[in-house]
């Protein structure tokens, strides 16, 4: 039995049942009482916190009178809304698991998600009502309770199925009266990967998890009770949830202002309307708030600054920005697994764009090599000179629970002796600043040699009539792979001809890994998180090899 010099008694019950999330929002709930925690911009509404405690708290007697309770899951399927919020909170006021899912899922991915997790009650957006219906429809696992959300209060529930001002109306505003509702070691929030390599992996995240990324964000912002935040992207992943969105930003006691919908217009407006001070979203947001802030400006006097992650951000593009939208830029590299753990601060940029920036306050990031058949050891790590090419992995032992919900195999591939091993590829400098090459299923090989797609996307991206890139792989009889560039045109006049002389006098990008053929096309496929997907555009790649749309 562990001994100690002290008594730890008192401490290990105060700290375990008391240092959880919930706690955090509601010390906030009675000392910023009337202040500001939420605004709507569609309905243009503020709720001060208690007001917002009284909502959730309505949501939470609802749940409880359908008889969810201690670890069972409320599904939430929700655009950015007040509605979001509640479901993330509510939950946690009567010990049940919060899920936020993508409303961008297919029906089928939905289906199977909520197979997956088996959720008591659904809550989604009568914006993606057929998505809902067919999902459900599909599913094996019935809820026993649907909720459907609808901000125009003109939408009818389906047959069965009950609206969210319905569902409750009538119900207490005062707190459940359950005393601790949650152990630090408790699931408290159930997020889903992006899918980019299959289908969705739901990813356990307790209140020690949720309680450091808040304290993360607290301090690489950092984030302070005085500050007005705007989340562009959606919620319902990592980035979104975490960096800026509710968990943060209720847990230090600043205001969330919701963006339903992403326009750089819109945000800009909002920006100087509202006063905030923190924009978050990924960088092709960051470009187009650029592209509108040239041509119609307005007052950015009171941003402290924008926060950006799913991609690195380029020299050219980071100063543009600093010169134009604010500074400050910070650029965050992660995994829904462990949210971010690399960072880039404004005093690092533009030296080292390009870079994922050094590890997090908290956290350990390191680059390990790669063997055919077993992992490196957390101490196996390539050559420290921005050259050799290894895998990163990262131990932050408080922001990840190192485990996948019902995939014992999966969480035995990518949870290693405390640490993650994403199946990112990378370099690192002498300084420990880590730039990522691309991923480890995303590596192509041809005629032997092994090509890193994010390489030479950033080379091709910094032609100046190139809006943005993907590289993938093809069969090649000879080579085994060829490669082929898909592009965006930033000016209609771009050819292949200046590409491929471009590519050829480009001091930075060797032969062999030159791009044998391109295709121009008008968008490409991006996860939630702003990732390139490389496995749609690959499969797209073949089809569009066997019809001959490829040009040299």
């Known amino acids: 039995m562990e001994q100690y010099t002290y008594d730890v008694q008192m401490f290990k019950e105060t700290f375990e049942y008391e240092f959880t999330y919930l706690n955090g929002f509601l010390r906030n709930v009675h000392r910023f009482a009337h202040k500001p925690a939420m605004t709507c911009t569609s309905t243009d509404r503020t709720w001060t916190y208690a007001e917002l405690n009284q909502d959730v708290n309505r949501l939470a007697h609802a749940l409880l009178e359908d008889g969810v309770g201690k670890s069972d899951v409320v599904m939430y399927q929700l655009l950015n809304s007040a509605e979001f919020v509640f479901s993330f909170l509510a939950p946690q006021k009567i010990g049940a698991i919060n899920s936020p899912i993508n409303f961008r899922l297919s029906p089928g991915e939905t289906a199977y998600i909520i197979d997956d997790s088996k959720p008591v009650v659904f809550i989604y957006d009568a914006e993606i009502k057929e998505t809902a219906e067919q999902a459900l429809a599909m599913a094996n696992h019935q809820p026993s309770r649907v909720v459907m959300v609808d901000m125009t209060g003109e939408e009818k529930a389906p047959e069965g199925q009950v609206t969210f001002e319905d569902y409750v109306q009538n119900q207490s505003v005062e707190d459940p009266d359950i005393t601790h509702p949650m152990h630090i070691y408790d699931e408290n929030t ?68 919701i963006l339903r919908n992403f326009h750089p217009k819109t945000c800009l407006k909002y920006v100087e309307k509202y006063g905030l001070t923190f924009l978050i979203g990924a960088p092709p947001m960051l470009k187009m708030l650029y592209e509108q802030q040239k ?99 990262v131990r932050a032992p408080g922001k990840t629970a190192y485990a996948y919900v019902n995939k014992e195999e999966e969480s035995r591939r990518v949870f290693h002796k405390g640490w993650i091993y994403i199946g990112d590829l990378a370099t690192w400098d002498e300084n420990e600043f880590v730039t990522i090459v691309g991923r480890k299923n995303d590596m192509i090989v041809s005629s032997g040699e092994n090509i890193h797609p994010v390489q030479v996307e950033e080379i091709l991206n910094e032609h100046p009539k190139v809006q943005e890139s993907v590289l993938v792989s093809v069969p090649d009889e000879l080579r085994g792979e060829s490669t082929v560039a898909y592009i965006i045109k930033a000016d209609p ?60």
């Not at 808040?214 to 302070?224: E, G, K, N, Q, S």
């Not at 992650?309 to 910070?330: D, F, H, K, S, V």
């Not at 753990?341 to 050094?358: H, K, Q, V």
Request: hydrophobic fraction near 30%; include cysteine; glycine fraction near 8%.
């Open 190 to 257: 159930r997020l889903y990967t992006s899918g980019t390599t299959g289908m969705p992996k739901g990813v356990p995240l307790n209140n020690i998890n949720d309680i450091l990324s808040a304290h993360d964000v607290a301090m690489h912002f950092p984030l302070t009770p005085t500050d007005k935040t705007m989340n562009m992207s959606p919620w319902f992943h990592r980035g979104g949830l975490h960096s800026g969105g509710p968990n943060p930003t209720l847990y230090v006691g600043g205001e969330i202002v």
């Open 493 to 552: 006049s771009l050819t292949t001809e200046e590409l491929n002389r471009y590519c050829a006098e480009h001091p930075m990008l060797a032969d062999y890994k030159k791009p044998r053929y391109y295709r121009f096309i008008d968008d490409l496929p991006y996860t939630a998180t702003g990732k390139k997907k490389h496995f749609e555009v690959r499969k797209m790649a073949v089809e569009d090899q066997e019809a001959g749309l490829f040009e040299k």
């Open 295 to 393: 041509k119609h400006p307005v007052d950015l006097s009171k941003l402290k600054g924008i926060v950006t992650m799913g991609a690195p951000l380029g020299r050219e593009e980071c100063i543009n920005y600093q010169e134009t939208l604010t500074p400050n830029i910070y650029n965050g590299y992660g995994t829904t697994e462990a949210f971010w753990n690399t960072f880039l601060r404004p005093y690092d940029l533009p030296e080292m764009a390009g870079s994922a920036g050094r590890a997090c306050t908290d956290d350990d990031v390191a680059v390990v090599k790669i063997y055919p058949d077993r992992k490196a050891d957390p101490d196996d790590v390539v050559a420290r000179d921005n050259q050799e090419v290894g895998e990163v992995i």
